[in-house]
């Protein structure tokens, strides 16, 4: 990959109109085909009870969870199934009576890592809801989770030891309704093929996942308001992969006006040339032998769903991207996100992103590693982002082991600001210029405590670790939280919720989290949390001059 390709992938994101395989081809708004509500009619059924709901399609019933009311598998797009397989969501049917929202639906079809199996069904477009059982006068804010994974593994029912991951009992207690979503991952999620273009009213395919989370937030729209909630006040927040898929949102036409705040954690507002994913699907056309058939999409989708996973395996080690993923596919985004922000051709709202300190600890080979190893990996991963070798050598320079604690520091602090850190306020740096909404950016450093985890406390305030504290689930997999993890965890729930409500992150007493400016200002999440300045300023103003001269 050349290096204008590694920027077009999100390295750089004030990208220049035009990286990658920009398309000419006019967007339309959100009113096109990217899952709309058919204005059907249903016929209702009578509520009774606290947890018993309509919706446009049908009555759903739930239940009480302590302090909040939850229902789960709520479909909300009909079942990508057979014609329907690639195709953008359409509609769910009406059901009769009063349908059970107490469990959640199926995870979307994905090859599970730790035993190469696959896991989930295709008919998984639904989405759960936690409310407070006591209802806001107008309505709560609402914040709706877009789950990580690469887009090729996760689910909205993700759990560490049983325990679920993405629960909403401690923000509903905080007074928002909490809504998390199943998307379309892997093939079924972002395949794009001429032969797929040509079925297109648009005459393009691709983002059939960025098309399911957009069908979501159309049915909060439509809905949420019987759940108690605001479909004026609506945050779309995701981590990793989903940070990623928030950042396209923001960028795309379709997602206009369906929610009016953004927070991105760990994430990332680039794409894939269109070309990527189109290599892939010729590979999975090739491994179906699908390729020489005359009707190559009746093929595919007469396919067991394992076979189209297995043609073209995917390996998600959160430091390169796979093939299937986000890209700019001329309809639901016509450029990569960063360059449409740039140019100002997004949807401009109070945005909050940020990382973690030590986003690459489990990414990256574990101790004890050498110098000559650290080297060896750190050149093979630079290259892999399209760097030559005069870059490779001046990125290393800045990075000398003896400079940390070890070799394997080193590496992770390497890949963490080439990856996360210096993105991240190029990220944010192209928002400031591109909008009048306030951008908030954050530094995660809380790692678990080493009294009562002395292993994992080692691997810091790794990728994801947040969201333990974020959902109220540290005690998942049995660890016991002390009071400044109790700390944390309200901290960053305060600030989360305040935004959703507001826009602006601050208030209650908690230590002021100033807009971003040029002086690169931020929040440390930690305890307490703290306001600075300059986060490895020297180290990112270096990377992006390599980054940005070429070979």
Known sequence: MNVRAARCWGWVTAALVG??????????????????????????????GETEVLTARGAVRGERVEEALVWRGIPYAAPPVGALRFEA??????WEGVRAAVGFG?????????????????????????????????????????????????????AVAGVPLYDGRGLARRGVVLVTLQYRLGALGFFSHGALDREQPSGTSGNQGLRDQIAALRWVQTNI?????DPTRVTLFGESAGGANVCALVASPFARGLFHRAI?????????????????????LSGTNCANDPAPMACLRRQPVEALFRAVPVEVNGLTSPPWTVSVDGDVLSAVPGALIEAQSHNAVPFMLGTNRDETYRFVAMPPLTETAYQTAARSLLAAYGLGAGQINAVLNLYPSSEFASPHAALVALTTDFRWTCPARLQARTLLGAQREPVYRYFYTRGLDPTRAPVAARQGAYHGLELF??????????YRPSEADLRVRDTLQGYWTRFAATGDPNGEGAP?????????????????????????????DALTAIVTAGP
């Open 106 to 158: 199926a995870k979307c079809p994905q090859i599970n890592p730790n035993t190469n199996t696959l896991e989930g069904q295709e008919d998984c477009l639904t989405l759960n809801v936690w409310s407070p059982a006591t209802r806001v006068a107008g309505g709560a804010p609402v914040m709706v989770f877009v789950h990580g994974g690469g887009n090729n593994q996760g689910s909205a029912s993700d």
């Open 19 to 48: 990286c990658g395989d920009t398309v000419s081809q006019p967007l339309r708004d959100a009113g096109g085909d990217a899952g709309v509500d058919s204005g059907q009619s249903c016929q209702m059924p009578r509520v009774t």
């Open 469 to 478: 504290y974020l959902f109220s689930v540290l005690e998942a997999g049995g």
């Open 264 to 284: 991105m954690q760990s994430g990332g507002c680039g794409a894939a040339p269109l070309s990527v994913v189109r290599g892939a699907a010729e590979r999975l």
């Open 225 to 229: 308001a019987a759940f108690g909630g």
């Open 512 to 540: 002021r989290w100033a807009p971003y400016a040029m002086s690169d200002p931020y929040l440390e999440l930690n305890d307490p949390a703290a306001s600075a300045e300059g986060l490895r300023t020297a180290r990112c």
């Open 89 to 94: 969501p359409t509609d769910t049917a009406c």
